[in-house]
């Protein structure tokens, strides 16, 4: 039986499951707009074959009740997702696997949708006019931190503000063509500095993604820009894996902004040239850009490369693995990634409107340096969602689901929390409650003790972390085995062929065998403060700790709990995540400490 059928048994379990429709309420609908960002990668993708296969075709669902199992209580419908052509068709196709039912213009009513996921913003029209039962894909202003220029001036601003350490993680950035004169002054005085050696820039379009436009220059007389664009450092050291340069795509999932609430995903995506990296040649672009849209056109893309293999990707879980067998830190260098995550939403935070109801799936584009600094080189808007290799089938495919068991746990937990108050469970809750039904009984409770298998490797504190899978009993739901089976398959893998070339380092961190990246921080959570996921003294709705290969990494403590609510108190979020990373990383407090 293939992955996306469903089993006799949670076929039969799931159609016990209560269901309700969608709101019915007419209202007018208002067309997609464009897209309007730079890295709005998925905008102009081409779908590959690869979704032809038969394990992307949508699977026919089985009809939910027959007329002699129908049960007591509501009538029951499937949930609704509607869509425009700009969506991914892997979203189409996880949605349906999960049991919802494609929104159908001529046959619903307008209202009668939970969740519209399409590739472009939303008019914030459409965000004030969400019905309770409904979610939309993007939320409002997010666009400030996925131009390139807006993100550059947001941090900037950051710095300013909280100083250069914390926000070093961005190289350094100008404008074009407003900080023109600027670069110039920076570009002669860095020439003078080095004397004969080269100084190396890359100049991208602002509003462009996938590689397009990019320039890579030492002399300034090779910059040419006819629009907004940004020039920036050339990260000219970076980590080399069988000496082909890599960059890695981290996703994020903001549930919420007021009060701010920030998922991790503990999958990803490492993205390499296909050309070995030399700086004697800055115009090839097969050996200095990772865009997968970029090496997979070029010749090399097919060839078996030294130590990455064939085509340009691996899994994040891969990487780390590839890491960890020649003694990296992979523990410090995810914290630090954690960390830069926290302090880029952070930088836009306070001013992002409010909006019901929505969330926001970013792609961060992250470059290692060859001293295990991780530097931000963007933050994409609708991250692509097509697929084509293996590592793309199992990262992405998964990360949507997740996506949907995010959204839609935290709703669950949201209608516990008002019954209990006394209010009436909301539609879109009770809606909620269907699609984690699904999973909750298809799945089963996943152990604890799988959870820590996983990694195949023992825990500093493993009591803190059963407690922080215990704390909640959503999180015995929040995974599925199928998933978790893979991942533990991909590490198994890797481990079984460990890799024959070394990554070339400079800086090479002491081994630290306890690692799993993203329980890091479930475990400082519970250590350190007294937030109970399931139990919130005041009434505020906590968010989960997990959901699926999400972890909350915001907020990480009760302090930071507390600071963001009622209005963000970013300066106090800051203090409390300095002294998290002091902790976390204390040759970086010394060298600070030193610098003062
Ligand atoms: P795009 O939106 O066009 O993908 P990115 O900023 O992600 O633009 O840059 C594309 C690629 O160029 C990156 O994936 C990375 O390989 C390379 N790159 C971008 N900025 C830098 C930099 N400052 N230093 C080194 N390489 C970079």
């Known amino acids: 039986m293939d992955n996306f059928t469903l089993t006799h048994e949670e076929d039969s379990l799931f159609r016990d499951e209560t269901r309700v429709t969608a709101g019915s309420a007419a209202r007018s609908r208002e067309g997609p707009r464009p897209c309007g960002t730079s890295t709005c990668e998925h905008a102009e993708e081409a779908l590959s074959s690869f979704l032809q296969h038969k394990a992307f075709a949508p699977q026919k669902r089985k009809p939910y009740f027959m007329a002699e199992d129908k049960p007591p209580g509501p009538i029951l419908k499937p949930l609704v997702f509607r869509v425009d052509d700009s969506t991914p068709k892997m979203v189409q196709s996880v949605l349906l696997e999960r049991g919802w039912d494609k929104f159908d213009e001529g046959e619903q009513n307008v209202e009668d949708w939970n969740l519209y996921w399409r590739t472009s913003s939303f008019r914030m029209t459409e965000h004030v006019n969400i019905k309770p039962w409904q979610h939309l894909n993007h939320h409002p202003g997010t666009t400030e931190l996925t131009r390139k220029d807006h993100l550059a001036k947001h941090l900037k601003h950051m710095k300013k503000m909280y100083g250069t350490p914390l926000y070093e993680f961005i190289p350094l950035t100008f404008i074009m063509p407003k900080d023109y004169n600027k670069f110039v002054a920076e570009y002669f005085r860095e020439k003078h500095v080095l004397g004969a050696k080269h100084s190396y820039w890359i100049c991208k379009p602002a509003e462009l993604s996938r590689g397009r436009g990019i320039i890579i220059f030492s002399d300034i ?39 701010l609430t920030i998922y991790i995903y503990q999958e990803g995506l490492v993205r390499f040239a296909t050309e070995k990296f030399d700086l004697s040649n800055l115009q090839n672009n097969y050996a200095h850009l990772t865009n997968s849209s970029i090496n997979k056109s070029g010749l090399s893309y ?8 064939h085509g340009c990707k691996w899994t994040l879980s891969r990487f780390f693995s590839y890491l960890r067998s020649w003694d990296v830190d992979d523990l410090l260098l995810w914290r630090k990634i954690n960390h830069m995550v926290i302090l880029t939403v952070l930088a836009i935070a306070p001013s992002v409107p409010f909006a019901a109801n929505c969330f926001e799936l970013f792609g961060f584009d992250i470059l290692i340096d060859d001293n295990l600094k991780p530097w931000l080189l963007e ?183 507390g600071a963001s609510r009622n209005g963000l108190n970013v300066r106090r979020i800051i203090q409390e995540l300095q002294k998290l990373m002091n902790k976390q990383h204390p040759h970086m407090a010394e060298k600070e400490a030193k610098r003062r």
């Open 379 to 561: 933050v994409n808007f609708s991250p692509a969602l097509s697929v084509d290799c293996s590592a793309d089938v199992s990262v992405k495919r998964k990360l949507i689901h997740d996506t949907i068991e995010l959204i839609y746990s935290q709703g669950l937990r949201n209608e516990r929390m008002e019954c209990r108050d006394g209010a009436k469970g909301s539609r879109s809750v009770s809606l909620a409650k269907l699609d984690m039904g699904r999973l909750n009984k298809a799945c089963s409770a996943l152990s604890c003790e799988s959870l820590l298998q996983l990694t195949g490797r023992t825990f500093k504190d493993e009591s803190a972390v059963k407690k922080a899978i215990k704390i909640c009993p959503e999180n015995k739901h929040a995974s599925q085995p199928r998933e978790m089976t893979s991942r533990k398959k991909d590490l198994l893998l890797s481990t079984k062929e460990p890799p024959k070339t070394k990554p070339k380092l400079k800086g090479r961190h002491s081994t630290h065998k306890t690692l799993i990246p993203f329980m890091s921080l479930i475990q400082s959570c519970v250590g350190k403060t007294s937030i109970s996921p399931c139990l919130p003294s005041d009434n505020s709705k906590v968010p989960d700790l997990q959901a699926g290969n999400f972890v909350l990494i915001f907020p990480f403590n009760e302090a930071t709990f």
């Open 221 to 259: 007389k090779d910059l040419i820009f006819d629009d907004t664009y940004v020039v920036q450092k050339y990260i000219c050291n970076p980590l080399l894996v069988g000496r082909y340069k890599c960059d890695l795509r981290i996703y994020v999932c903001v549930t919420g902004f007021k009060p």
């Open 302 to 309: 097919e060839k078996i490369k030294e130590v990455i293999g």
